[in-house]
């Protein structure tokens, strides 16, 4: 019987990288995949029968530490003068979508009526995008130039949506609504979703390719990765895509009713 820790561990893969190889439980062709990020160490096999995946801290050599790229942190953003805190033209709009635009700190763009969405790291605005009202193009706008997924809630579990709206509709206690704006999972958004024991994944239902491609790129980062297939986007809250989504959670933090 094979230490499947020590197997790993001996492997020396390097920070930042994730190496593929032959699977040493199932002998599968390079279907056994190990990450080391940031000296979390993750592995996995793709093979569906086959059940070896795990997790642990290894220690990093004094050269990675030294290469270790400090994530660009937008630490001089501020909000345009014309972004504002006040509430009454967004009311409507957030009532529409059942949006709690305390918890979100909703804020409002004056020149091209907006809905502004601030994007935070640990409690601090460090960018922010905005839906327009009136539905006029581009829909959204990004205000600052961090790569960082817009997220909302507090829970375990992090849904991976495509815009703000579901993301403030889905995070709550149980989940965490995490927004990637864009086409592309980015390596911060894999780094910001490697924090989480689950990631569902729950784009479009047009998108449904993209969410496979997403789900295999995560897989490295997060040790149970799942998609939703749903029926309409999540922040239209069907029945059925609710109920799906609590099939999909993790019994022991089921809370939603
Ligand atoms: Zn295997």
């Known amino acids: 019987m094979i230490n499947i820790y020590e197997y790993v561990k001996q492997l020396n893969v390097e920070n930042g990288t994730t190496q593929r190889m032959t699977c040493p439980m199932c002998k599968s062709y390079k279907t056994f995949s190990v990450t080391n990020n940031m000296g979390s160490l ?6 569906a029968s086959c059940l070896v995946k795990g997790k642990s801290r290894v220690h990093l050599s004094a050269e990675e530490i030294r290469n270790i790229k400090v994530p660009q942190v937008v630490a001089d953003f501020e909000m345009p003068e014309y972004i504002v805190p006040h509430k009454e033209n967004i009311t409507d709009w957030s009532n529409k979508w059942g ?14 009526h907006r809905v502004v969405f601030p994007i935070k790291d640990n409690g601090r605005i460090v960018d922010a995008t905005g839906r327009s009202i009136l539905n006029r193009l581009p829909k959204w706008k990004r205000y600052g130039s961090s790569d960082l997924p817009f997220s909302f809630g507090c829970g375990s579990i992090a849904i991976v949506v495509e815009d703000c709206i579901s993301a403030g509709v889905i995070g709550s206690d149980v989940y965490v609504g995490v927004a990637v704006l864009g086409t592309s999972l980015l390596d911060s958004h894999k780094t910001f979703l490697s924090q989480f024991s689950t990631a569902i994944i729950a784009l479009d239902p047009d998108a449904l390719p993209k969410s496979f491609a997403f789900a295999k790129e995560l897989r490295s980062h997060v040790k149970d990765v799942k998609i939703l297939k749903l029926k309409d986007d999540l922040k239209y809250r069907k029945k059925e895509d609710i109920h799906n989504l609590k099939l999909l959670t993790p019994k022991e933090t089921q809370l939603w009713n």
């Open 42 to 47: 993750l592995w996995n096999c793709y093979k």
């Open 99 to 112: 949006l709690d635009m305390d918890a979100l700190d909703l804020q409002y763009d004056v020149k091209e």
